[in-house]
């Protein structure tokens, strides 16, 4: 008899789990995005921020977090979003409730310092080329330490494609005897 | 037919003439100029110094003369990504720079061809004259082009004094000091890589270079040929040549082929890479590929 | 020990004879003369300020002087259409005038070795080729092969030349044990000298206008008749004034030998054009630039058809055997293949192969003033020696300038 009341309460149990379960909230904020393994964080040159704009949160610490999607009037008006802009604006890669931070599309934070793994979840295949040093510029040494760069240090992240460079000089024609 | 007489017998002034041309060649080869791979580590020491002590007092600077052997199990390549190149041809004068290239006349190892979409990879529809007011244009595409280190070289094949060589890290080299100037290699290169001294270098004071390596951008003589070698001074010290430090657009990629960590492995490995004029068999190391 | 000893006397004689003759001799001279000393002030200029002073450049790094190295290798090949007639035929006729053809092989290399002392950038480096002092990047380099057969066809042509004109003038006949082996190795020799002359063009992958096979027999086509076209006239010149005998056979022998160098050239050259301009590919893109210009550029386009018509109506002239008789068209022939030749092998060859370079860029090349002045020279000189060379040898072969044994003074 006894293993009857076990198997009455198993199934009890795996019918009460579910529903026992759907009553708890995920409790905390998700924690930041961080690379699952260490050697895969790359070291890099501090993000190119504007002069003054960084900490975020010292405004909008203090201000309150409007989601709606409009252009900017008071402050940011100098930023021309020419990424994606027909589907995406600024608080789909700044972290609304912590502006000092960058987020993913499933809510985990990312710091500016890893920004490209926001890049990464569009441009997936750059991303991985990057990694093994074949985007972007090359320095530091090909048999020791390499310098990697934020994709942020050569592309703009709001107006990312590059603009047109004045050309150095053409060589010289080869020239009459003299 | 008369009946032929003994040869006379070899005079004394025919024996001493023999003997002295015997002892000037003997003393011309024993002590002369010579081939850099033939030296002696003492000479070549000697001649390095003298090089320096030369150098210093033309330029009025201290100048240093390297001869740094390859490293062991190294072989360089070098990729250009031609969906990044925008042709600003700041590769072309950071080679000027680095390698001391004459200012007038003009050298430049790096030529940057421009080409058009529509037509290709043509070099008959090529234009390395290109001075719009920016670039990269519409509708074009651009061609660097230097050295490409062939592992097939007909430079090197053709060389008849063997000046030109190929070091056992891959960089086809040229013994400025032992190069005639007959400029066969010149017509044997099919990318137009080398180029020749047709008047005095000139390099301007301020832009020396001090930093030399023998066989790649100590200044050269007049009447010798010239060209990319991948800046033997700074990749033997582990750094990367300078075009590829200044591209603005990381269009170039460069490294030890052996190494399969490398990013120039990377790049052969998983992209569409190319090389020019691939049926003449040269065998580039150079490879252009399409990063997009 | 005579023969040694006699040689004071045979350079005090010989001279005398260079300093020997008509007023039309000493312009002729006095033009060397002036022509040499002008091509070595501009050789100087050269040599002090580098190569920049010829029209040379990256893009065309080979022009006037390896064109007439070119075509001179050619004309010392041919002394072997009198070579084979007199030594393998034994063909009197010919037999009696062999040795101009070796004196002018001789002259021949002289100025090609000249010239290509002129073209490299550091002639001062010239030793650098010498086996044994320098490097010579042997079997390797088609540079080193020409190297080696020039010399070696120089020295062999000197030798016989030397061995039989000295042993003439001591009135003896030369030694067969000598002449005859040399004479019979400079006749593949011949044939050598211009394949691996052309040999440094068509191995060059990355020249498509130069890379095809027919350019070995194409020269030496056109190196048989060029050579003994110079040798026509001048013996007709020698004919006139000098007691110099030449039979009217040889002369018509060898025109005849011409006319056929002068079919298997036009034939060849044919040949060449019928290949690019069939198949069309990009590489008739040097072909194009030789016969009708590319775009504006079209430098080369009068010189490309004068060359044609100077070959065929060479052909014609010598074809027809009364062409070969009358001295009138036999000369003209002479000219014009000649001339033919010459701008075939020259401008014909070197620039079109450079034109457009391997990135596909244009840069015409004409010869500047250095260049001309300087080559002028080089041609000069070997006239020069040539002619102080016919200087000494007509007189001893006729009997004029022989050692006297009983008083020990020569004539």
């Known amino acids: 008899m006894r293993w009857l009341y076990v198997m009455a309460l198993a199934l009890v149990a795996s019918a009460a789990a579910p529903v026992a379960l759907a009553q708890h909230p995920s409790p905390a904020p998700l924690p930041r995005a961080d690379p699952p393994r260490a050697e895969e964080r790359v070291e890099v040159p501090p993000p190119p921020f504007t002069d003054g704009i960084f900490p975020c949160t010292s405004c909008h610490a203090s201000l309150k977090v409007n989601r709606v999607r409009r252009p900017l009037a008071d402050m940011h008006g100098d930023i021309v979003l ?67 760069l934020l994709c942020a240090h050569c592309h703009n992240p709001h107006q990312p494609r590059f603009r047109a460079v004045t050309p150095k000089p053409a060589p010289a024609r080869p020239s009459a005897a003299k | 037919m008369d009946p032929e007489k003994r040869p006379p017998p070899v005079s ?65 390549a070098y990729a250009l990504d031609l969906s990044r190149c925008i042709g600003c041809r700041r590769c072309v004068y950071a080679c000027v ?8 006349p003009e050298v430049q190892w790096i030529r940057v061809l421009g080409m058009n979409k529509e037509k290709g990879i043509d070099f008959s529809e090529s234009d390395p004259y290109y001075q719009p007011a920016e670039v990269p244009e519409e509708g074009h595409f651009y061609v660097p082009v230097a050295c490409q280190q062939c592992r097939n070289a007909p430079c090197t094949k053709v060389c008849p004094t063997g000046a030109t060589w190929t070091e056992p890290d891959g960089i086809v080299v040229i013994d400025y000091d032992w190069c005639v100037g007959c400029r066969y290699c010149m017509a044997a290169c099919p990318y137009g890589a080398r180029h020749f001294n047709w008047a005095e270098p000139t390099i301007p004071r301020d832009h020396l270079n001090t930093k030399t390596h023998y066989l790649g951008n100590r200044p050269r003589p007049k009447g010798v040929v010239e060209k990319c070698t991948f800046c033997i001074q700074r990749v033997r010290a582990g750094r990367y040549p300078a075009c590829v430090e200044v591209c603005p657009v990381g269009a170039r990629k460069f490294g030890n082929l052996l190494d399969p960590k490398s990013e120039i492995r990377y790049v052969i490995e998983n992209k569409r890479v190319l090389v020019l004029k691939e049926e003449l068999n040269t065998m580039p190391k150079f490879f252009y590929f399409y990063g997009t | 020990m005579s023969i040694v000893s006699q040689f004071p006397r045979f350079v005090a004689g010989s001279f005398r004879l260079v300093r020997r003759g008509n007023a039309a001799y000493w312009a002729w001279l006095a033009f060397l003369a002036v ?56 063909w009197k006729p010919i037999r009696e005038i062999v040795i101009y053809g070796e004196l002018l092989a001789v002259s021949a290399i002289l100025m090609c070795l000249l010239f290509v002392l002129v073209d490299i950038g550091r002639p001062d480096r010239f030793w650098h080729l010498i086996p044994g002092l320098g490097h010579l990047n042997f079997p390797r380099s088609i540079l080193a092969w020409d190297v080696l057969v020039l010399n070696i066809y120089f020295a062999i042509n000197f030798v016989v030349v030397t061995h039989i004109v000295y042993r003439a003038f001591n009135g003896r006949h030369y030694d067969t044990r000598i002449v005859v082996p040399l004479v019979l190795l400079s006749i593949p020799m011949a044939v050598g000298i211009h394949t691996v002359t052309a040999f440094l063009f068509n191995g060059l992958a990355a020249r498509p206008y130069w890379n095809s096979s027919i350019l070995a027999p194409q020269f030496l086509a056109s190196a048989f008749c060029s050579g003994p076209a110079i040798l026509l006239i001048l013996f007709q010149v020698l004919r006139r004034f000098t007691r110099f005998e030449i039979q009217e056979q040889a002369i018509s022998k060898i025109a005849e030998l011409m006319a056929y160098a002068l079919f298997l050239n036009l034939f060849l050259h044919g040949a060449e054009a019928f290949k690019e301009y069939y198949s069309d590919t990009q590489h008739l893109l040097y072909t194009r630039y030789w016969f009708s210009g590319l775009g504006e550029h079209r430098t080369l386009v009068p010189y490309a058809w004068t060359a044609v018509a100077l070959n065929l109506s060479a052909f014609l002239l010598f074809i027809i055997p009364a062409g070969r008789r009358h001295w009138v068209t036999l000369n003209l022939g002479c000219l014009a293949t000649y001339a033919g030749c010459y ?52 007189p001893i072969s006729l009997g004029e300038f022989q050692h006297e044994p009983d008083t020990g003074e020569a004539h």
């Not at chain 1, 409730?97 to 993913?104: E, P, V």
Request: charged share 20%; with cysteine; glycine share 10%.
């Open chain 1, 82 to 148: 020419t990424h994606d802009e027909q589907h995406r604006w600024c608080l789909d890669c700044h972290d609304p409730d912590n502006r000092d931070w960058l987020h993913l599309a499933s809510g985990e934070k990312v710091p500016f310092e890893q920004s490209y793994l926001l890049c990464g979840q569009c441009h997936g295949e750059k991303l991985r080329d990057w990694r093994a040093g074949v985007h972007g510029r090359r320095t530091g040494e090909w048999n020791g330490h390499k310098g990697y």
């Open chain 2, 12 to 76: 004394r002034r025919q024996f001493a003439s023999v003997a002295a041309a015997a002892a000037a060649g003997f003393i011309l080869t024993a002590c002369g100029p010579k081939r850099l791979r033939e030296l002696s580590r003492e000479r070549l020491a000697a001649l390095l110094e003298d090089l320096e002590k030369d150098y210093t007092k033309r330029f009025g600077t201290a100048v240093v003369v390297a001869d740094t052997p390859p490293i062991e199990g190294v072989t360089f």
């Open chain 2, 97 to 104: 720079e680095e390698n001391n290239q004459s200012r007038d």
């Open chain 3, 35 to 90: 022509l040499i000393v002008s091509g070595a002030l501009a050789f100087a200029r050269q040599v002090s300020e580098g190569l920049v002073v010829t029209a040379m450049r990256d893009q065309v790094s080979w022009g006037f002087y390896i064109g007439n190295f070119t075509f001179l290798v050619g004309v010392a090949a041919a002394a072997v259409v009198l070579v084979i007639p007199a030594y393998i035929y034994n």
């Open chain 3, 343 to 394: 701008i075939d092998k020259g401008m014909g060859l070197i620039i079109p192969g450079f034109t457009p370079d391997a990135l596909g860029e244009i840069y015409e090349y004409v010869p500047s003033l250095t260049e001309l002045r300087v080559a002028a020279g080089v041609f000069a000189l070997g006239f020069l020696v040539f002619t102080l060379m016919l200087k000494v040898a007509v």
